[in-house]
């Protein structure tokens, strides 16, 4: 059973902002929402990660709402370079082991 | 930022033949490391766990005689395809999480290796 939700997909034009949200409606007390991006032939690439409320960095941001059942990553002003599979995970870190949903395929237009 | 070095990058190899695939964090220790397979337009499948100085605990459907994992030390882990076969064609990732800061440390992934069997 997965253990988060996202939209299998999403086009954007380039300079725009793009939010992708992830449900995880089943989210442990101790588990943090991190955000990996994947481009073709390479491994994931740590984007970003939080516990509530809001993170910012210098790529993105991620919006965690009170009940922490969902999540939201913020590309601000994306561009082609932005076109990849984005993927949010649930966990708690540690030893415990970390499985991926399908994730999100990100298609930037120019 | 936290290093993960996975070698080689890609691999064709004939069926019948092993192939041992490393995954060296460059920078930082880690107790546990992750072996992820990934085939085209699929997500990462979680293949097993490698744990320092103990057994690899590997997931459901995951023959462990065929993927042998060895972590012996706290930067390295190796996993060894034996007897590949065209369907062991796949892309193969390790990752690794800092043992500093574990509770909420992420994840930190290799490049991966392309592993094509003839």
């Known amino acids: 059973l997965a253990k988060t939700t996202q939209p299998i997909s999403m086009d954007s034009y380039e300079g725009q902002e793009v939010n992708i949200t992830c449900s995880h409606n089943?989210?442990?007390?101790?588990?943090?929402i991190t955000w990996y991006q994947q481009f073709p032939s390479q491994g994931p690439r740590f984007i970003i990660q939080?516990?509530?409320t809001k993170v910012t960095n210098e790529v993105a941001s991620l919006f965690i709402p009170a009940d922490r059942k969902s999540s939201t990553l913020s590309l601000p002003r994306v561009s082609l370079s932005d076109t990849a599979v984005y993927y949010c995970l649930s966990g708690s870190g540690g030893y415990q082991k970390v499985t991926f949903g399908i994730g999100t395929k990100l298609q930037v237009i120019p | 930022g936290a290093v993960v070095s996975q070698h080689p990058s890609w691999v064709i190899c004939k069926s019948g033949t092993s192939v041992k695939i490393e995954c060296r964090s460059l920078d930082f220790q880690a107790t546990t490391m992750f072996w992820y397979r990934q085939f085209p337009k699929q997500s990462l499948m979680l293949m097993a766990t490698?744990?320092?100085?103990?057994?690899?605990?590997?997931e459901q459907g995951v023959e462990k005689d065929k993927f042998l994992i060895n972590h012996a030390s706290l930067t390295l882990s190796t996993l060894t395809v034996t007897s590949a076969h065209p369907e062991d064609s796949s892309f193969y990732i390790c990752?690794?999480?800092?043992?500093?800061?574990?509770?909420?440390?992420?994840?930190?992934f290799g490049n991966g290796t392309r592993l094509t069997v003839t």
């Open positions: 939080g516990y509530k």
């Open positions: 990752s690794a999480r800092p043992i500093a800061g574990q509770g909420n440390s992420p994840l930190h």
């Open positions: 490698s744990n320092e100085g103990s057994k690899a605990t590997y």
């Open positions: 089943n989210i442990a007390t101790n588990d943090y």
